[in-house]
Structures are given as C-alpha cells and as structure tokens.
C-alpha cells in the first residue's frame, strides 16, 4: 500500500506543481495586462462555473472510486448518462449569463457565458473518465495531461491578453484547458457511448454519491458566498482585489489537494476494511500537514505586502490587507482539504454532509456580516475566524464518529506546530520591526531572506519538537522521491 502511495505522491506532487507554477507564471504576467476590474468579472463568472461543474460531478467521481463491484457495462452507462448531462448543463450555462447580466448590471456576462458554456460542458464529460484512470492508479498520465492541458491554456490566455482581449482571454484560456484535458483522458480511458435508459448501474453508487454531491454543493455555496455578494453589495473591482488575496490562500491547499486526495481515496479504499491502517496514515498524514502549514500561515501573514507586490505587481496594494488576514487559516486550509477523503474511503459521508452544513452556515454568516461593513478587509477577518471554528467542528465530527483513537492522541498533534509558530511569530515580529529603519525596497530580496529565515526556524522547531529522527525520515523520503 505504501509503495503504492507514494508512487501516486510522486507524480500527482509533479503534476500538480506543474501545473501551479504555470498557472502562477500566467497569473503573474495577466495581471500586469489586466485590471482588477476585468479580474473582477472573470472571478464572479468562475465561480459560477465550479457550481457547474459541482452539478456535472454530482458524487460520481468518488463514487466510482469508492465501488469495487462496478462492471465495464456500468461504466458504459453513467458515461452515457454524464454526456447527457453535459449537453443539458452546457445549454443552461450558455442562458444563464442573462441572469447574471441583470443581476449584476453588466452585458459582458453574456458573451462570456456563450464561451464558457464549452467548459461547462467538457467538465462534465471528463468526470468519469477521470475516475476510472485514478480507479486505475494510473497517476502519471492523468498528471501529465492536467500540465500538457495547463500549458496549452496558459499560452493562449497570455497570447490573446497581448493582443487586447481582455477579459476574453481569460475564458478562453480555461475553455481549452477544460477541453484538452478531456480528450487526453477520454482516449486512455477507452470508454464508449450507449444509447441506453438502463438506471441500474447509477443505483449501485446512488448513495455514495448523493452525500458526496450534497457535501460539494454545500461546501461550494460556503466557499463562494463572498465572491458572489462582494460584487453586488460593494463593487467588481473590491472582488477583484479580494479575489486575489484569495486565490493566493488558496495555493498551498489546492497544491495538497490536488496532490493527496486524488491518490488517498484510491488507494486507501482498497484497504477499506482495515479500519485502524486507515486512521493511522490519516493521524500521521495530518501531523505532517499542520505542522507545515502554521509556520506557512506564518510566513504569509508577516509577508502579504512582499508577496502580493512581487507576484502581482503594485496595483494590487488593496489586496494586501484581506491576504495578512486570510494567511492566518492557510494551516487550516490545508487540513480540510484532505479530511473528505478519509470520510469517504470509510464510506461515512453522512457524516461529510453534516459537517457541509456547519460549515456552510458559519462562513455564510460571516460573509454576511463582512459585507455589511462594504470593506473587503472586514469580510476576510470575519471569514478567517469562520474558518477556525469550521476547523474545530469538523475535526471534532471525525473525532466523535469517523476515526477510532482518544482526544489526546489529536491534541498532541497539535503540540509541535503551535509551537514551531509562536516561535516564528516572535523572531518575525523583530524582523518587521528592524526592517523600519530602511534594509531595503526590493521585495525580492525580502522575501528571499525572510524565507531563508523561516527555513531555519522550521528545521530548528522541528529539531526541538520532533528530534532528530524527523528531519532524516523527511529528508529520505525527499530523496526518494527525486
């Protein structure tokens, strides 16, 4: 199982880095050639599209994953009915920018919901297929077709911003993106179209499925409640801003995300039954997780401004503020990303959804409040602290009814992290203090020293905390993975 896994870690780790840094470097070279108010427009249509996307998914990903019994014939059918669907979605995408033009005052919904109704409905189609290679375990090539995808995107989205598209080049770089990814999946998946009314293979993964679909539509309205009000109750251009203070919060997570939860679920659900294999890795894997994530929410908070004006350029100075804030839940980001996975594989989703709905509800509140206030910077403190309490139900719903061990064995993973964390947040205090009087502009070298700073006080916490035997077996499993 190990040898499994971190084979899969491996070349999920180089897709998904792979295709960050390429989505970094357009980033970085977009947002230099749009502005915040055409970023504005793209973020609220997004988001949109990820419900979209929710509704084509509907569980079934997992779900496949999850069922041993499923036959080719099986497969067959819900790919048939997923081509359904895609074409219903995509159609009610294409009208749906006539909703959003009204809602928001704006025309250029239209076309761009004309566009992206294409993405829509190449989303839908690659669910299955994606699913049966991860079933599969055959990692590096859904890998590489998520950077070749990436790339092929990216070049056209920085071409057609050159040439004075504007917000255009933005959906236009993501409809090839989707689209490309699922061709290059359809074709090693093998599957084939039926023309068949045959419900039956949808009722083996029905339940699995609707808890999974109820958990992601819960999650997506509590993940974009404050892109969607931030633009009507205060202005395209606040979303904007704030959307890139969010994108940044976001980075380590889907990076983690996108590296563990598509090689956990299907290797551990080959283990399904061997309860206590699974809470183990699980407990171990979420010590590793926290105890890099605090320093990194550390890291980021101390240094928003250099990280916002480096990667984005200085017109996003109102960024800097909701970034500080929302850095100080990167550590929780990054943890709950992954505990979905552990629900499923111990087919405990009910569990799942009602842990949607608490976190639903915290952050809507939150948001609610936060844009009452018209700043951006009260949304995003209102929301960081949503997502501690988030963190603390959930954690406690995992405690209480998924995984088998004491109260202490959780608490005591905590231990190290928090205190790895003050110890960077007093060291960081003084940095900030001395950096006063004038070391330097360039924000560069800041960030460079401030990151030579921070690795040294993660191996010296982790050698007081931890012992030496941590830093060899970390730097091991680095080497074997190179």
Known sequence: ???????????????????????????????????????????????????????????????????????????????????VLAIVLAAIFALFGFLLSYFYNDHIYIPLSLILSIAVFFYSLVVVPSAILKKRKAFKYINISLVVSALAGGLLGVFLAFEGAGAYSLVLMATLTATSNFFL??????????????????????????????????????????????????????????????????????????????????????????????DSTFLKLIHYLIMIGMPMSVFFSFNAKEIIFFVFGMQWGKSVIPFSLLSTTVWIQIVLVSTSAIFQVKNKTKYLVLSGWINAILITIAVLIGVSFKSINYVAAFISFSYVVSFCSTIYILYKRVIQCSLNRIIRIFISPVVISVLMIVVFFGVKYTRIFGFTNNYFVLLVLDGLVWILLLIIGILITEGRDSIVIAFNLMLKRN
């Open 1 to 83: 199982m190990f040898n499994q896994l971190r084979r899969g870690l491996m070349y999920t780790f180089i897709g998904q880095y792979g295709n960050v840094l390429i989505s970094v470097l357009v980033n970085v070279i977009l947002s230099r050639l749009l502005t915040p108010h055409q970023y504005g427009i793209i973020a609220v249509i997004m988001v949109f599209i990820v419900f979209f996307q929710l509704l084509s998914e509907m569980g079934l990903g997992p779900a496949i994953i999850q069922n041993k019994s499923l036959s080719k014939n099986d497969l067959y059918n819900i790919f048939s009915f997923s081509i």
């Open 185 to 278: 999946l359809f074709f090693k998946a093998k599957l084939k179209f039926k023309l068949t009314s045959d419900f039956s293979s949808l009722k083996k993964i029905f339940y699995f499925a609707r808890n999974q679909f109820l958990f992601n539509i819960l999650n997506y309205f509590s993940r974009n409640m404050d892109t969607i009000l931030i633009p009507k109750f205060i202005s395209s251009t606040a979303i904007g801003n704030y959307n890139k203070a969010y994108q940044l919060l976001m980075y380590p997570a889907t990076i983690l995300n996108g590296v563990i939860n598509p090689v956990l679920q299907p290797v551990l659900s080959d283990y399904q039954d061997d309860e206590e294999l699974i």
